[in-house]
């Protein structure tokens, strides 16, 4: 399989920790997979060791065809990666930064230049491409990084939390540049802190805990295991808990639950917003008078405890720290 990646009982220590502690991965060529997990989880080390940055202690992995271990270099001119932390050149230009990558690839000077005022544009980074990226914001670096593991369009790309630190506006950017690039063919493998974020760009998801994986399938699949999708709703009279829940129980893909003391009703459903919107018209068309209403999706939260039965827990900032090895 030219394009796709392979990971087999990846197992990678740090003195004590062991960061991977047996990953098996499957991308197949042309889809994304999401490796999906809290802090300190293996996402990083996992990529490192698919990207040949690291050696892992045992295991084997093959991307894009190749032997990682037994061949890094070859591996290294079919990838793309785009790092968790930013790395373009701060006193360079966006323009020079791309221009500059471009040169490493040993690209003519022209064919450099037509590149990077190319992926400018399509990184809506035109009209700051000759400032210095010191002076650009956290998103515009994100989505030069981005453009400059694009120059070579490379057919299998890793990115290592795109969006991590972000703003709605910059996710939102950054998830559509992705969506265009993965529609081109190109295999990819992300690694997210978010659900949603798995759930836009990616086929399959594959769950990370303690440098393991811990569950793998569609976004569907994950969330089916989480109860899916739930309409909460606290309605204002306690005598009308009654009918509520008559009429979630009607929209409902599961069983209604009351909680009394806090006249809420919960009920799993599939159909989002526009359900939602549904269960309003007839809640008030029968006359219940609600003091909340809401759509609750499951977050990663909601995975790990119906996984683990444990919430992701934060390491320490301590342990996040990068070490050189
Ligand atoms: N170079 C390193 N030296 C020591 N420990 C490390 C190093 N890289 C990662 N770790 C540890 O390995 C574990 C997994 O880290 P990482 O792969 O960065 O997780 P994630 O990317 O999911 O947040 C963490 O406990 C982290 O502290
Ligand atoms: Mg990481």
Same mark, same amino acid.
């Given at each position: 399989?030219?394009?796709?990646?392979?990971?087999?009982?990846?197992?990678?220590?740090? #003195?004590?920790? @062991?960061? *991977? =502690?047996?990953?098996?991965?499957? +991308?197949?060529?042309?889809? $994304?997979?999401?490796?999906?997990? !809290?802090?300190?989880?293996?996402?990083?080390?996992?990529?490192?060791?698919?990207?040949?940055?690291?050696?892992?202690?045992?295991?084997?992995?093959?991307?894009?065809?190749?032997?990682?271990?037994?061949?890094?270099?070859?591996?290294?001119?079919?990838?793309?990666?785009?790092?968790?932390?930013?790395?373009?050149?701060?006193?360079?230009?966006?323009?020079?930064?791309?221009?500059?990558?471009?040169?490493?690839?040993?690209?003519?000077?022209?064919?450099?230049?037509?590149?990077?005022?190319?992926?400018?544009?399509?990184?809506?980074?035109?009209?700051?491409?000759?400032?210095?990226?010191?002076?650009?914001?956290? #998103?515009?670096? @994100?989505? *030069? =990084?981005?453009?400059?593991?694009? +120059?070579?369009?490379?057919? $299998?790309?890793?990115?290592?939390? !795109?969006?991590?630190?972000?703003?709605?506006?910059?996710?939102?950017?950054?998830?559509?540049?992705?969506?265009?690039?993965?529609?081109?063919?190109?295999?990819?493998?992300?690694?997210?802190?978010?659900?949603?974020?798995?759930?836009?760009?990616?086929?399959?998801?594959?769950?990370?805990?303690?440098?393991?994986?811990?569950?793998?399938?569609?976004?569907?699949?994950?969330?089916?295991?989480?109860?899916?999708?739930?309409?909460?709703?606290?309605?204002?009279?306690?005598?009308?808990?009654?009918?509520?829940?008559?009429?979630?129980?009607?929209?409902?893909?599961?069983?209604?639950?009351?909680?009394?003391?806090?006249?809420?009703?919960?009920?799993?459903?599939?159909?989002?917003?526009?359900?939602?919107?549904?269960?309003?018209?007839?809640?008030?068309?029968?006359?219940?008078?609600?003091?909340?209403?809401?759509?609750?999706?499951?977050?990663?939260?909601?995975?790990?405890?119906?996984?683990?039965?444990?919430?992701?827990?934060?390491?320490?900032?301590?342990?996040?720290?990068?070490?050189?090895?």
């Amino acid at each position: 399989m030219p394009g796709a990646i392979h990971a087999e009982g990846l197992v990678k220590t740090f #003195g004590d920790v @062991r960061a *991977l =502690d047996g990953v098996d991965l499957d +991308v197949p060529e042309g889809t $994304v997979l999401g490796l999906l997990g !809290p802090n300190g989880a293996g996402k990083t080390t996992t990529v490192r060791c698919l990207t040949t940055l690291l050696r892992p202690d045992s295991g084997k992995a093959v991307v894009a065809g190749v032997d990682v271990l037994k061949h890094p270099d070859a591996v290294r001119r079919s990838i793309g990666l785009s790092g968790q932390f930013a790395a373009v050149d701060e006193y360079l230009t966006g323009r020079e930064n791309l221009q500059m990558v471009g040169r490493l690839y040993q690209m003519r000077a022209k064919a450099a230049k037509a590149r990077a005022q190319e992926l400018l544009e399509q990184f809506d980074l035109a009209d700051a491409a000759d400032r210095p990226t010191k002076t650009y914001s956290g #998103g515009m670096r @994100r989505r *030069l =990084d981005l453009a400059a593991a694009l +120059v070579v369009s490379p057919p $299998v790309m890793f990115m290592d939390e !795109p969006t991590t630190g972000l703003d709605p506006r910059n996710r939102q950017l950054l998830w559509e540049v992705i969506k265009k690039l993965v529609s081109g063919g190109t295999t990819l493998l992300l690694t997210t802190q978010y659900l949603e974020e798995a759930d836009h760009l990616a086929h399959d998801i594959a769950v990370v805990d303690h440098g393991h994986v811990i569950a793998q399938g569609t976004s569907d699949q994950l969330k089916a295991r989480t109860g899916g999708e739930r309409v909460e709703v606290v309605v204002h009279e306690r005598e009308h808990m009654a009918t509520a829940a008559e009429v979630l129980s009607g929209f409902g893909k599961g069983e209604t639950t009351v909680e009394d003391h806090m006249r809420m009703l919960t009920v799993p459903v599939t159909g989002g917003a526009k359900l939602l919107a549904e269960v309003i018209r007839e809640l008030d068309t029968r006359g219940i008078e609600i003091d909340d209403i809401g759509l609750r999706r499951p977050t990663l939260d909601d995975v790990f405890l119906s996984l683990t039965g444990h919430i992701a827990e934060e390491k320490n900032a301590e342990t996040d720290k990068e070490t050189v090895k």
